[in-house]
Structures are given as C-alpha cells and as structure tokens.
C-alpha cells in the first residue's frame, strides 16, 4: 500500500522540486503586496492580495471567486475530486501584521529578498513570509503540482482564505451563516501552525483560546501642568500602572476572580510526552536574548506556553513620549491586554472579570472605556482522530522524523468556529518555526519550510484520498 | 511720597494704556514664531524669536545681542539707569512647549486670536500666550512706555531671555560661567510665575524643585508573537507598570528610600496665611473636571501643590499602540517620570534613590538604560527682602487687592541658579493663571494679565528705584 502511493505522487514531489524557482517567484508577488488588515489605509492592498489569490486558482483550476464581506473581503475556491474521495477545506489568510518599528528592519518588509545564511541555509525574509503567505501557497503549490502532473487533484478540494485574521476575524461568523452549506466539508486543513524545530514536522492538538481588551482610562478634563496640579489630580498612568501589576501576584499568577476555575491540568501521559520532547528552556529563552523564566512559579516553560492561560500587556500609551520631557499629567493613558485561555475557560466570564478588577481600581471621578475585545474559546482535538494519524505517517516520510504532537501557545479562532458552526475538526499542520519573527521585524520563513512545505501538502492529499 | 511716585508714573501708566493695540500686535508676532525648543525641528524658529527680541530691545533703546550656545541661543540686553539706581535683572524665555496633541485646539496654536468671552472678558489664546512670551512682554512693553515717555528708565536694567527653559536650560550654567560677571546685578526680577486669581496680584515666595528622569526597560532581544512566548518570557510593559505602580503605597506617599529625610513641614504662620486665602479644593479639581484629591492622605490640596515632594509619571509608551490589536510582547518599554522638590530635598540623592528604585524592580535578565535626567533644588526666599515688600505694595495699587505671598507647585529652576552663581535673589512676580493650560492644549493669556501686568512692571521699576 505504501510502496503504491510512493509511486503514484513521486512525479508530483518532482514536478515541485523542479518548479520551486517559479513557485517562489509567485509567493514574492503575493509578499509585494501590503495586505495589513488592521490599518484601514491599506484596504485597496487587502482587496489585491485577494484578487491575486482568486487569479491562482482559476489558473489552476479552481472555480474561485472574491466574496465581499463588511471588512475585507473572502476568496473562495472550489475543485472537484474522485468519485468517493473526502471533501477538505483548506484555510489560510492572506492579511498581514503592521511592520512598526519599521527602524528595525534590515530591508523593507514589503520588499521580498531570499537570503542565504553560512552553510547555504536559505531564507524568505518579507512581512507575512510565514504568517500565513508563506504558508498557504504551500497548499496552492501542491495543488498546482497534482494538477499539472494528473489532472486533477486527489480529494475534492474547497479553499478558504480570509483577509482579517490579523484584526479579529469580524466577518467570519457571518460569513459562515451564509454559507454555511457551501463551505461545510469533512475535515478542515489548517497551516497557520508550526513545526516542532527546523528538521521535526509536528501536528498541532490543542490551542489556547484568546481574550483581548482595548481601552482608556480617563482623569481630568485636559491636560495638565504637573507642577500645577501634581500630587494632587489624578495621574491616570498611576492609575493604569497600577491596574497592569495588580493582574499577575508575585507567585505570577493572574489575580482576576475565578480565572482559573476552568483551567484542567495537563494528563499526565502528555506531559510525559511533552518531556521527551528534549525541550530546553534555556534555548528557548537564550534564542530572544532572556535567560529566566517569568511566568507562574513551579511550571515548566512548556507548560507556561502550551497549557497555562496568560495575561499579557501588549501596548501601553499616555502623556508626553516624544524627545525631551513634557511636566504633563495627562488626561488619558490606554493599555491593550490580550489573555490566552485553556481547557474550558469562558472567553465572556474572563472579560467580565478583567471589567471588574479595572473598576476596582478606579477613583470615583475617573472613568474607563472599553474600546473594544475579542474573545475565543481554546480547542483541544481528538487524538484518535484517523486523518491525523495518516498526515503524522507522511509527514514522517517527508522529513525523515516522527511528526510531533504538540499544543500551540498562540490562537487559530478559526479552529473553533469550525468546529462549532461548521461541525468540522481541524488538521492542523503547518511549517513555521519560533523564531519566524512572526508579528515582528524581519519576518522570514525558512525556504525549506516553502519546498519541504509544499511536499508534504501533496503527501497529505494523497494520504487523505485512501 | 506715594503721591510723589504716583505723580511721576501717571503719564507712563497712561501711554501703556494708549499703545495696548500696539503692544497686543507686537506680541501676536512673537507668538506666531513656532519656539519649540525640545523639537530639534523646530531649531531655526527658535533663533528666530531671538532675533526678534534682539530687534525689539535695540529699538527701545537697549544694547542688545543674540549670543550663541551649544544650544538655542541667549537674548542679551543692557540699559543704562539713573545714577545711584539698583541694577536689575530681568529673566524670561522665548522658546514654548510641544503643542501635541494638535486635533484638542480649537484653532492652529501659532496663530493667536484675541477671544472675547460672553461678559467681555478677553483672552490672547496661542502656545506660549502665558508661558512665557506673553509674561515677557509685559516687562518689555514696560521699558518701552518708560523709555517713550521719559527718555529713560528708572533702574539699571539687563535682560536675559533664554530659548531651552521648557527642554531643561542646558545651556545656562555654562553662560553663567562665561558671562557672570556681566549677568550679576543687585536683584533678578523673574515673571515666569502667576497671580493668586484673576484679580488677586501674588509674589512667589517659595518654588519647587524638579527632578525629571526617561528610561527604558529592556528585555528579549525583539519583539515578541504573545502566543509563543506569552507566560514565559519577561514583558518590559509589566516589569514597568510594577516600577511605576510601586512609587507611591496606598496612603499616598512615594516609597524612594529616604525621599521625605530632608523635607520640612510648613511653618504654623504660613500654613494659618494660607488657610486664610479662601482656596477651595473642590473648585481647583472641580474646574478640570476632578472631585477627589489624589496625593497624599492627610494633606490638604494647597499643601500637596505646594509644599509637598510629588512623583508624576508624564509619560509611558511600549507595544503596539495603533489601531487595532496586535498580539505582540515589546522588546521595551519606556517613561518619563518627574519629582518635585522641597525643603532641602537633594536633587541628586532623589534620583540615586530612584535609580535604585528601578534596579530593585528588575529580573536578572532585563536591562534598564537611564537617557537623561535633570535635577533643581527648591527655592525657599527669605520673607524680609526689603524689595519684596515694595513689590507688594505696589501690586495691591495696581490691582486693588493685597498682593498673595504664595508657594508654587511648578519649578523655575533659574531662580537657584541665579542664587548659587551669581549670589542673587529673585523676586518672583507674574501674572499667568492656573487656568491658563500652559503645556496643554489650547493656552490662553487674560488680556488683564497681561495689559495690568504691562502697568505693574512699571510700578515695580519705579518702587525699587527708590
């Protein structure tokens, strides 16, 4: 059985080494593209990203289309397969993080370049090289490898790729109840994910859920001189400070109420696999430049990022913050929070809880707005899953090494709503590494993630199709 | 021998009266130069307010020059006096603060308007209407109408105007030092100050030091995706939060070891002064929208604001702060924070004590880069200053109402200078209000302050030539 499949999609693994110049040339199109969703000066961008997208798959083959939404829009892709093969959606989004501090990068994030390390490790270095450009012409270049070679492609294929991952996803659930129908298959491929290191494949089954909170508090009327009313008006970053450190104890973990009564523990069969893993802490941290640990007391560091919830600040503004100094208290200052959650934590009873400990905190005469948040529940998935079992075998073929299963520390929403909505489980298999620089400057993806990527998507097809 | 004096100053009070639309003309010019002196931007309009004051003081009649320093440059000026007459120095400064943020003016900052509000009270609104442009130019438009209607004046007078006053007057020490022998004379007069009300006339007796710091908390190498690394690796934006919300316990009190050794409280006679002024805390926060005080429990508002040591953060950025939500831990995270001085308070020991403050905040593998930092003592004058007293007697002429011998919460860090280089003593008097929004938006002078303010200087030169 095995030794049949190998012959069938050993011209297909060819046909993608041979064409991975044109394949790369293609995903730098797509790089030049600043498709930054939460900036609302780049929409045109967005809409050409997507239009470029729906371009592929019709040369390919797909019946594929740009779907408006109230943000950005959906491309939507459709292609039929054998008789009595599965039906896959695969999901990917073509949006992009903002690129500040933009100082830091060593080439424009716009401006795609590959880059060859000693050693001739190779390297794409763009913004959304692994999130999720990178990742999903990936599937699109398996696709087009299948078809090229065959035909057709081995199961019948649907495509979804959204625009506003990177800002919350606010037109995917409507989208959904729209049609509902037309995206509901067997199983849900996801790539937004990572591999275990630069040589070990993994399979994602569980990720944390996520909350996240924007908003302002609000002192005095204006502006104010600090050597007028200093030490007396409410200094509304005292009172912001204030808020941040009172959410972690000095144990490091989160104060608010009841945070952590949905929290299970690990099993502990996985977490003996997690400590086969041969993962070093020290690496880990030594890699960004930190060498100690600062979450909760007495977890490991695999633990604090797979399987514990966290609260972290992640944008903080109020006063004067250009050059020189400003004697101001100033009438606002706002903090963005984001928590990851686990197990069965409510997304609603942890935001309720975050309002209440920022009122808590608040004078009479001072107020907070919410700006706006956002929350997801965490997924955990089946282990006995069969197609899991079937891309974790192929996956070990192409890269030589058991595949891992593992939990993500980050969010893929998505994964829950189609779960929910959609009824669907989600194989989660991507080709990322940790220190993508994903969400920072100089983004890259590893070339070897883009080929080997690609390889292991035409793999999986034929995999699934049995 | 006040109606002697009177008699002599009728005509020059008068001409001030007359040439107001002049006067109001020449320091809308001097407004509409954009000084900011902390903007390196802004670096040429700063010489160009200079040489304006340059120009206006050469057509009074003062020999006058645009001296030049490692930074902005110094207007000085001198004027003969009567023989036998004190030598005076008077002190102002030309540059202003930033005016961000822009979008909370009612209309562009560099282009004054004259509002009049119903009743007909008038007000000058534009950057530096009050701090300081608007203040200098009384004591210029002074000299003017003396020089006019006498030929002369009645002191010796030198001006000193400086241009890096609002970004921490790094140049002035060292002008002291290569020009102390021409900038020392019997009594500096300093207008950098306020009124007691609008229609209360005060002199300062007593100012706060300032001790102002900016830095930055270090930690991984770059920025961060939260959803890998969020609970294991340190967030600069908690480790500062925790620094900044650690500065003051819960009654109120700043926790810098040793920070209140060297403050003295207020002696009974003027704390008994200052309960008699009628100061109502409610309307002082009332007015910028405030109802409880923020300081220290068990103080009263005027002892927070003006005898007692603040800490005020100004300002505080890390992360991601544009639109949107961006999951990201920052590499770092930085503020501006300022303490205010009393008593004999060391400036250097606060900021050793700070330094220390910050250290103990930090994990081992964090860093702290302290950029600048800046300290002034307190000023306390002596209350049996014989021109003290003529000052007074000559502002409750003017304004009708006993001049208020009041403390200052803000700094004017030129007046323990002109005490520690020259040997001089200042006496403070200006007209600003705390209303005023001087380092916020929309700044406004009265156009009392400033039309009575013209007349007082005029009085005061008169008395202390006597």
């Known amino acids: 059985m095995k030794s049949n499949l190998m012959s069938d999609i050993s011209p297909v693994l060819t046909r993608i080494d041979n064409q991975l110049p044109e394949a790369l040339g293609r995903l730098f199109e797509l790089l030049r593209i600043q498709s930054i969703s939460t900036d609302p000066a780049f929409k045109e961008d967005c809409r050409k990203a997507g239009s470029w997208l729906v371009d592929q798959l019709i040369e390919i083959g797909f019946e594929a289309s740009l779907r408006d939404t109230d943000g950005h829009p959906m491309v939507v892709g459709h292609h039929d397969g054998p008789q009595g093969a599965p039906h896959l959606l695969f999901y990917g989004h073509y949006d992009v993080q903002p690129v500040d501090p933009l100082e830091l990068w060593h080439q424009p994030p716009f401006e795609p370049v590959l880059k060859e390390l000693e050693g001739g490790q190779k390297q794409i270095h763009a913004r959304g090289a692994a999130d999720d450009k990178g990742q999903l012409m990936t599937f699109v270049e398996a696709c087009r490898a299948w078809k090229q070679e065959t035909g057709g492609l081995p199961c019948k294929i649907t495509i979804l790729f959204e625009g506003e991952e990177e800002s919350g996803s606010p037109s995917l659930v409507p989208f959904f109840e729209a049609n509902g129908e037309e995206l509901t298959c067997d199983l849900a491929l996801v790539c937004d994910t990572g591999m275990w290191d630069i040589e070990t494949p993994a399979v994602n089954i ?75 802490a020290s690496d880990f941290l030594g890699e960004i430049g930190l060498s100690m640990p600062a979450g909760e007391a007495n977890r490991s560091v695999l633990e604090q990022i797979w399987s514990r919830p966290t609260a972290e600040v992640n944008g903080i503004i109020g006063g004067y913050t250009g050059d020189g100094f400003k004697t101001v208290i100033a009438a606002e200052a706002s903090a963005k929070v984001s928590f990851r959650l686990v197990s069965n934590m409510d997304p609603e009873k942890v935001h309720v809880a975050f309002v209440k400990h920022v009122e808590s905190h608040l004078p009479e005469d001072c107020t907070v707005e919410f700006k706006h948040h956002e929350g997801s529940p965490a997924i955990q998935l089946d282990h006995t899953l069969p197609q899991l079992n079937k891309a974790a075998a192929v996956l070990e073929e192409e890269w030589g090494k058991p595949a891992a299963m593992i939990a993500m520390g980050g969010s893929v929403p998505i994964v829950g709503e189609f779960k929910r909505m959609l009824g669907m489980d989600s194989l989660m298999v991507g080709f990322g590494l940790d220190n993508d620089c994903i969400h920072s400057p100089n983004e890259k993806y590893e070339l070897s993630s883009f080929h080997k990527g690609t390889r292991s998507w035409a793999r999986i097809l034929a995999a699934l199709a049995e």
Chains 1, 2 share one sequence.
């Open 206 to 280: 569980a990720l944390r859920g996520m909350v996240t909170e924007d908003f302002v508090i609000r002192a005095a009327s204006r502006d104010l001189h600090s050597g007028h009313y200093g030490g007396a008006a409410a200094n509304p970053i005292h009172i912001l400070s204030k808020i941040l450190a009172d959410l972690h104890d000095e144990s490091g973990r989160i104060t608010l109420d009841g945070f952590y009564d949905d929290v299970e523990d690990v099993p502990e069969n996985i977490r003996k696999q997690w400590d086969g893993l041969g993962f070093s």
